[in-house]
């Protein structure tokens, strides 16, 4: 009435879809993997192409000039001599 050789089928039945499931998943991590990489390639590839940003201060000539040893060394008509020390 009922085959015994059916229950011997379930086991492999079970390894060969759990095989099947590990394989399709390991290899769509690799894959998401590998686009991640050519991202961050392209990314690094777009930094490099970037025009580099200008850090000259321009527009600043109608502004005084920083204070320097001599503008400091006019003071001492105020300090008592050249010692600039506060005690």
């Known amino acids: 009435m009922f085959d015994p050789s059916v229950l011997?089928?379930?086991p492999i039945i079970y390894v060969l879809l759990k095989n099947l499931f590990v394989?399709?998943?390991?290899s769509l991590a690799h894959q998401v993997q590998a686009q991640m990489q050519q991202i961050q390639q392209?990314?690094?590839q777009q930094m490099?192409?970037?025009v580099?940003?200008?850090k000259d201060i321009s527009?600043?000539?109608g502004l005084s000039p920083p204070l320097n040893s001599s503008s400091?060394?006019?003071l001492?008509?105020?300090g008592g001599g050249s010692n600039l020390s506060p005690f």
């Open 23 to 26: 394989d399709a998943f390991v």
């Open 72 to 74: 400091i060394s006019s």
């Open 42 to 44: 392209q990314q690094q």
């Open 52 to 54: 580099p940003i200008n």
């Open 48 to 50: 490099a192409q970037q």
């Open 76 to 78: 001492d008509g105020f």
């Open 8 to 10: 011997l089928m379930f």
């Open 59 to 61: 527009g600043l000539s």
